[in-house]
């Protein structure tokens, strides 16, 4: 791989599913180079469900990034959200995706003798040689290359380098260049200047900075400057990163910022200077409503209706329940039965199972039996005087009964419900009388024609 250019986007797969819930996409420029760990094993992804991502659901993140790769996580806007480790997600409430930025061990741009294992060479420094005994840094303002501090100055501590042999070894002086080297950039390209420091003798720390002197002779200042720790031969690492915006010669520099002449004792070693070379792996974590259901809990329904789970979110089973008894057969959201009747009304109890756990719901149910009248259509002569009853036969729930007579005449009182009286036969209460029998789902009428029957005269003739 080129370290040279900067790793962009250029192919996009999904490395990973996990119950259909997350994918993961890597953008890189070759990926089947050993510099980056292998794509399947960057991230892995555990959650607080075996199924999915729920509502309000927490999820981590977890990096399976070799220690030798430096990684940071970060929003899609571009907002750093965690240097390294496992990132941990709570409350989710809608899908997201998250980067994760990987970085390839940078290859030193240029960096002559950045571990000083060639001696006193390659470098400019403001300070000055010392000679090579014991008392050689006495002086402030003095610098040895070496392997132990204390082969230069008595007080001074018997550390190791932090690599190698070597390691620059100074007596501090006030706002000094400790390091300077020349190198050449490029146009809009994201380096990263690094080195390692340590205490070699006790009080006053030192303070370093990193710089950049650009060829116009602007100074800019990389990251934060960094305190040396008090526990002398601790090394640190101190880095800051810059973004070049044309092709130029840079002087890169470090500074010690400390002002006081006493302490500020301290080693230097590994620096190098890099240009970024990073793979993003995206994660995208989708998330899934939990089952909630909506709707009243009493029903009413005609004998040709159903009754319907009103849930809302992914469900994979249903089972149906009458009175706490299993319905065999009753698996999908809607229950129906052909035909139902009053004999079935009961609490029935929906248990739903999706990816966002099991719910349940009781619909009590109420059936309306539909209108059926078994009586016919009557025809009747009634005489003068004379009464009629007529009861009809009829079945169903919650029965309305509406009687109108032809012509728009009046109703006898004695005429109610499903009973056809009349008293008292008048030429007034013949005609066609009407009953229609309906509830919220059905209707029927029968019909009962009423003839009037004048009572014939009867006279006694003599014979005489």
């Known amino acids: 791989m080129n370290y040279k250019q900067l790793i962009r986007v250029s192919s996009l797969f999904v490395l990973l599913m996990i119950l259909s819930s997350f994918s993961i996409r890597n953008m890189m420029s070759n990926p089947s180079s050993p510099d980056f760990p292998p794509v399947t094993t960057v991230l892995d992804i555990s959650t607080n469900t075996n199924q999915a991502i729920c509502t309000n659901g927490t999820v981590t ?62 470098f400019y420094t403001e300070y000055r040689l010392g000679r090579n005994n014991s008392r050689g840094l006495w002086p402030e303002g003095t610098y040895r290359v070496g392997r132990y501090p204390r082969d230069y100055h008595t007080n001074f501590s018997r550390s190791n380098p932090h690599s190698g042999n070597r390691q620059m070894i100074l007596n501090g002086t006030r706002n000094a260049i400790v390091w300077r080297q020349q190198l050449n950039v490029e146009a809009n390209s994201e380096y990263i200047f690094s080195a390692f420091g340590c205490s070699v003798a006790s009080g006053n720390p030192a303070r370093l900075r990193f710089e950049i002197v650009r060829a116009n002779g602007t100074r800019e200042g990389l990251g934060t400057v960094r305190t040396l720790p008090a ?18 010669t840079v002087n890169i520099q470090v500074v010690d910022e400390v002002s006081a002449a006493g302490g500020n004792d301290f080693a230097i070693d590994d620096i190098t200077f890099r240009k970024v070379a990073f793979v993003d792996y995206r994660v995208t974590i989708r998330v899934q409503p939990r089952l909630t259901v909506t709707g ?12 319907t789970m009103p849930i809302v979110g992914s469900v994979h089973t ?12 009753a698996t999908s959201k809607t229950y129906q039965k052909s035909p139902f009747s009053s004999a079935d009304n009961g609490a029935y109890r929906c248990v739903a199972t999706g990816d966002c756990g099991e719910i349940n719901h009781t619909i009590n149910l109420t059936v309306v039996d539909d209108v059926n009248i078994s009586s016919t259509n009557q025809e009747e002569i009634v005489c003068e005087g004379n009464s009629y009853t007529y009861n009809i036969n009829v079945t169903g729930s919650n029965l309305t009964y509406i009687w109108s007579k032809d012509g728009g005449g009046s109703i006898p009182s004695t005429i109610s419900n499903q009973n056809f009286i009349i008293n008292n036969m008048t030429q007034a209460k013949a005609g066609t009388y009407r009953c229609n029998i309906s509830n919220s789902c059905t209707s029927q009428t029968i019909v009962i024609q009423i003839t009037y029957g004048k009572n014939i005269e009867s006279h006694t003739i003599s014979t005489n």
């Open 61 to 122: 993140l977890r990096n399976r990034v070799p220690d030798s790769h430096r990684h940071e996580w970060f929003t899609t806007t571009g907002v750093k959200l965690q240097e390294g480790g496992d990132y941990v997600v709570n409350n989710l409430t809608d899908t997201r995706e998250y980067i994760l930025r990987v970085y390839a061990p940078e290859a030193a741009l240029g960096v002559v003798n950045g571990g000083f294992e060639s001696g006193n060479t390659g």
């Open 318 to 329: 249903y089972k149906w329940y009458r009175n706490n008894v299993l319905i065999n057969g």
């Open 231 to 248: 526990t002398l031969g601790q090394w640190v690492e101190f880095r800051g990163e810059w973004n070049s915006s044309q092709n130029e």
């Open 296 to 307: 009243d809990e009493t029903k009413q329904i005609c004998s040709n209706g159903s009754i």
